[in-house]
């Protein structure tokens, strides 16, 4: 392993749950009520992805970006009541990449600017090589452009990367891209099959990087 590529929703932040009920909030706002389960499938996808999905669904004429717009008005209210704290065991895992010379990076579908206030809020941005949002790709997850260009980021090639995802979706896109995954089981992060990935935790601190 030369370099480890964090997902960061539900990974090193314990946020996706937060933009699950935003995404909730969202549709409520209409007149819509949208059940959680629902939503989770959409989990590690870029900006309007699960809006978009939703509303076809049910056949809502509303407009794409207006229910952009409204979510991330909600979403950027919880965020700014809500205490940012990492994962149990990613400082330690940060520290230990660091102390081992291996590159690291977050690949996210999240904006440039949430990547920005996560990794400043947590006082982690030190420990990254390179942030990278997904909100430009023409593709999210299980899209592999954004862990191919993560890869390209890093000077590394795909075969030796590890990724660290919560998500079945984002499990895809790592694999796509010929990395080996890591999948982390977070009960925030609703049911996710997280099968495709190479191995399995249900604690960041159960991570031994020595053997990847």
């Not at 590690?44 to 004429?61: E, I, Y």
């Not at 090639?157 to 979706?169: I, S």
């Not at 694999?175 to 495709?196: H, T, V």
Request: glycine share 8%; proline share 5%.
């Amino acid at each position: 392993m030369k370099a480890f590529i964090f997902d960061m929703d539900g990974v090193i932040v314990d946020t996706q749950k937060t933009h699950t009920e935003a995404l909730i909030r969202t549709f409520a706002f209409y007149g819509v009520t949208v059940p959680a389960a629902e939503l989770a499938p959409f989990a590690g996808t870029k900006r309007g992805t699960a809006l978009k999905a939703t509303a076809d669904k049910r056949g809502l004429s509303l407009p794409l970006d207006e229910l952009c717009d409204k979510k991330d008005e909600i979403f950027n209210e919880m965020i700014a009541r809500t205490e940012l704290v990492p994962i149990d065991g990613i400082p330690e895992l940060l520290a230990a990449l660091r102390k081992a010379g291996i590159k690291t990076a977050i690949a996210s579908s999240s904006s440039e600017a949430f990547i920005a206030l996560v990794v400043d809020r947590l006082n982690i941005r030190p420990y990254f090589d390179a942030l990278i949002s997904g909100q430009t790709l023409p593709e999210s997850k299980p899209n592999p452009a954004i862990y191919r260009l993560a890869a390209r980021t890093l000077g590394v090639e795909p075969a030796d990367c590890v990724v660290l995802e919560d998500a079945a979706l984002g499990v895809a896109a790592a694999k796509g891209a010929g990395m080996r995954c890591i999948g982390f089981r977070n009960p925030n992060s609703g049911a996710q099959d997280l099968s495709a990935a190479d191995s399995i935790v249900d604690d960041i601190r159960a991570i031994d990087i020595g053997r990847w």
